[in-house]
Every structure is written in structure tokens, then in C-alpha cells.
């Protein structure tokens, strides 16, 4: 990877097939030449901590994005798989995507984080703990005891069915829904319309992997999506 | 061994946790009383008591990983895992990780289970932590300690939230201690040993 050194501080330049998603910022080396930032003494202060925020969060994008590991041909031929158990396997990393999502929303009132089957069990316990929110699992059916709601949605051949225990989230509740990855967006629109059917307010979803290609963004619509990783 | 007999007595932690759980009965077939977690997890405090008392057990162990069960284990493990330093290691149904794996299988009431691990995850000499919601027979959890022990790591413990008082004078797994939360909050104790032994639970 390329290194660009401004102020003693590393901004990695990530090739074209990885790049940054952040709500705060983006860096664009090509926009931001070293030398205009050097030869204005006053603006230099908010600048360098502007920039060193980003090259930390920059750092931890990468660290993250390097450490998921790809699996040709899993679950069938001709499909890469994103595999996020390597993830698991290095600490700063996974301590460094619980705290991105952390810092996104502790701010923003979130009483419930959903998580999807299974791999969004791994990473919306931690969201929710340092939230303070509730955890919801949102299960395959039948694996959830006592009453459930359940929303159907479809697969690429035949429909599939994810479940919610009634009574664990109430109207007016501010709603994150979490999973490893987005693809189609099938199974998030799934969760999100069991949310909202019990009358809370999904604000967001996120997710540590997009895969652009398969559009998932644009089947949430309105709902909006924070992936940390795009992979294409 | 109970969090209540080994330092934790009175602490009121535990109460909320055990209070915090429910019961749902004749699931996920009569005479079976399940003890529900999930309502444990709409208790943000209940919940980090949890990971807390955990976590204050382990910190200073030098545990290297933390394995959790499909699919229960993967909510209790990677919060002890975060804060302990220590990698989280999924341990899955057959065909759900991708890559090499290695099995282990496991007998059920009827037929048998497998459960799976990465190649590679855990190297020879690491300390293991392994974490369920809860043990009843054991029969998971000790398939899980074959698989670790299979690839030449030690298993320190195994911790579960809950434990039925069967496994109670029996606080070692394949020689591996196991250290437990709460006792289930059964309403009917006397019918889930009956179903147990008739089942050959024990």
C-alpha cells in the first residue's frame, strides 16, 4: 500500500477495490496535496487533528478491511465469500469495529440493536452493551421460544423467514439492525419490516461488509445503510 | 462450580441475572421448561452484570481465546472476548464455516450432532475459555473441548449462565472445570427431572 506522510502521520492510500465508507469524511489523496496544508500556518492546528482523526479512523478501516479474509467458491461455485471469523481472530480489529459503530451512534438515542442470525449475533451484543440498548435476536424459525411475529422474504430460489419474540421491542423504540454483511438487502428489509411493524423507528443499518454490486443499498430505499467495508 | 458457592454469594448481580431469565414451558416439546435468555438481553444491566462477572474471572487468566457455541454462545462470548483482549472463535453447525474445518461429533437424545472449527484459529499451547448459555448433559460442550484439545490447546473452563442442577456434584467435563451463574428458575423441577431421566439426560 502507498503511504503518504503529512504531519509524522501515516494516511494510507487503499487501492481502488477497497475503499474508505465513513459518514464524517473521505479521504481523497488527489484533493489534498501536503503542501497547501504546509503553507498556511493558521489553519494547520484544526487541520492536523482533523487529519490525524482521519488517518486514526483511516488506520482502523484498514487494519479491518485487511483482516476479513476471502473464500472463492463458498457456499457454490463462482461466489467470493466474505468470511469475517479472521476478523474475530485479531482483537485491536475487532475491538476497532465495535468502537466505529459505538462511535456513530451513541449519540443518537438508540434503545434497541437487532441483530440478524448468526454472524449478527457476534458483533450486536458489543454495540448494544456499550450502548446501553437492549439486544434483540432476530432468529430462523422455530428457534425463538414463546410467541413470535415472523416476516417472510425471498431467496434467490423459494422465500425464507426470519423471526422476533413479540414484546421485545415496543413502539418508540430507536432501532439499529446489525449484520456481518449486506448483499441483496433481502434479509435486512426483512428485519427492518418486523421492527417497524411494532411500531418502532429503525434508524439505521449497519453492517461491517457491502457488496455494491448486488445492490442491497437500493432495495433499503429510504432506510439508510453505514458499512465500514465496500467490496467489490 | 455455582458463581454463588465460589465468592459471589450474595452478590446481587447474580439474583438480577437469574430474575432476568425466562421461562418458557414445553419447549421445544412438552415437558421441557426452556430458560430463555433473550429477556436477560433486553436488560442492559442485567446483561453487563453477566459479562462483568465473567470477565472479573477471567482478566487475569491468560486466555488467549474465547470459543463460543452456536448460536446462544456467540452472544455471551465476544463481549468477554472484547474485553479481555482474547480471540473469538465460533464454533458452528456442520456447513456453516467456510474454508477448512475440522468436526467433532456428538450424540443427542436421537442420532447425532457435529460441531465444527476453523483450521487454524486456535494454535498448539493457547488457553481456551469456552462459553455457552447454558449446559444440561454436556454433550456440546464436551464435543467443543475435544475439538480445542484436538488441536493441542488447553481449555481453562468452560462458563455457561446457566446450569441445570443435574450437572451439581459433577463440576468437571471431561476434566474441565465449568463454572456456572444461576440454577435454572424451573416452576416445576420435579417434572423437567422426570423428562430428563426418562430422556437419559443424566
Known amino acids: 500500500m502507498n503511504t503518504l506522510k503529512i504531519f509524522n502521520s501515516d494516511i494510507i492510500i487503499l487501492k481502488p477495490k477497497r475503499y474508505l465508507h465513513s459518514a464524517n469524511f473521505f479521504i481523497n489523496p488527489l484533493k489534498s496535496p501536503a503542501h497547501s496544508f504546509l503553507s498556511n500556518c493558521?489553519?494547520?492546528q484544526s487541520i492536523s487533528s482533523h487529519m490525524a482523526a482521519a488517518a486514526a479512523a483511516g488506520d482502523r478501516i484498514s487494519r479491518i478491511t485487511s483482516a476479513i479474509r476471502v473464500i472463492p467458491d463458498f457456499p457454490k461455485p463462482g461466489i467470493l465469500f466474505q468470511d469475517i471469523t479472521t476478523l474475530l481472530l485479531d482483537p485491536v480489529a475487532f475491538k476497532d469495529t465495535i468502537d466505529l459503530f459505538v462511535e456513530r451512534y451513541k449519540d443518537k438515542d438508540i434503545s434497541v440493536v437487532a441483530g440478524v442470525e448468526a454472524r449478527g449475533f457476534i458483533f450486536g451484543p458489543p454495540i448494544a452493551l456499550a450502548l446501553g440498548a437492549k439486544f434483540v435476536p432476530m432468529r430462523k424459525p422455530k428457534k425463538l421460544p414463546g410467541p413470535v411475529i415472523s416476516e417472510e422474504y425471498t431467496l434467490e430460489y423459494g422465500t425464507d423467514k426470519i423471526e422476533m419474540h413479540v414484546g421485545a421491542v415496543e413502539a418508540g423504540d430507536r432501532a439499529l439492525v446489525i449484520d456481518d454483511l449486506i448483499a441483496t438487502g433481502g434479509t435486512l428489509c426483512a428485519a427492518i419490516s418486523l421492527l417497524e411493524r411494532v411500531g418502532s423507528h429503525v434508524v439505521e443499518c449497519a453492517c461491517v461488509i457491502e457488496l455494491p454490486e448486488l445492490k442491497g443499498r437500493d432495495r433499503l430505499g429510504d432506510k439508510p445503510l453505514f458499512v465500514l467495508v465496500s467490496s467489490s | 462450580m455455582f458463581a454463588e458457592e465460589n465468592g459471589l454469594h450474595g452478590d446481587p448481580r447474580i439474583k438480577?441475572?437469574?430474575?432476568?431469565?425466562?421461562?418458557v414451558p414445553h419447549f421445544p416439546k412438552p415437558g421441557i421448561m426452556f430458560q430463555d435468555i433473550t429477556t436477560l438481553l433486553l436488560d442492559p444491566k442485567?446483561?453487563?452484570y453477566t459479562v462483568d462477572i465473567f470477565v472479573d474471572r477471567y482478566r487475569d487468566k491468560n486466555i488467549s481465546v474465547v470459543a463460543g457455541v452456536e448460536a446462544r454462545g456467540f452472544m455471551f462470548g465476544p463481549p468477554i472476548a472484547l474485553a479481555i483482549g482474547a480471540k473469538f472463535v465460533p464454533l458452528r453447525k456442520p456447513r456453516k464455516l467456510p474454508g477448512e474445518v475440522i468436526s467433532e461429533a456428538y450424540v443427542l437424545e436421537y442420532g447425532t450432532d457435529c460441531l465444527e472449527m476453523h483450521v487454524g484459529a486456535v494454535q498448539p499451547g493457547e488457553s481456551v475459555l469456552i462459553v455457552d448459555d447454558l449446559v444440561a448433559t454436556g454433550g456440546t460442550l464436551s464435543a467443543a473441548i475435544r475439538l480445542l484439545e484436538r488441536v493441542g490447546a488447553?481449555?481453562?473452563?468452560?462458563?455457561c449462565v446457566i446450569g441445570l442442577p443435574l450437572v451439581k456434584g459433577n463440576w468437571r467435563l471431561n476434566g474441565v472445570p465449568l463454572y456456572v451463574l444461576v440454577e435454572p428458575r424451573l416452576d416445576d423441577l420435579n417434572m423437567m427431572l422426570e423428562q430428563h431421566?426418562?430422556?437419559g439426560y443424566i
Open chain 1, 42 to 44: 493558521q489553519k494547520k
Open chain 2, 16 to 23: 438480577a441475572i437469574s430474575d432476568a431469565i425466562r421461562v
Open chain 2, 46 to 48: 442485567a446483561f453487563r
Open chain 2, 154 to 159: 488447553e481449555v481453562v473452563e468452560c462458563a
Open chain 2, 197 to 199: 431421566l426418562d430422556d
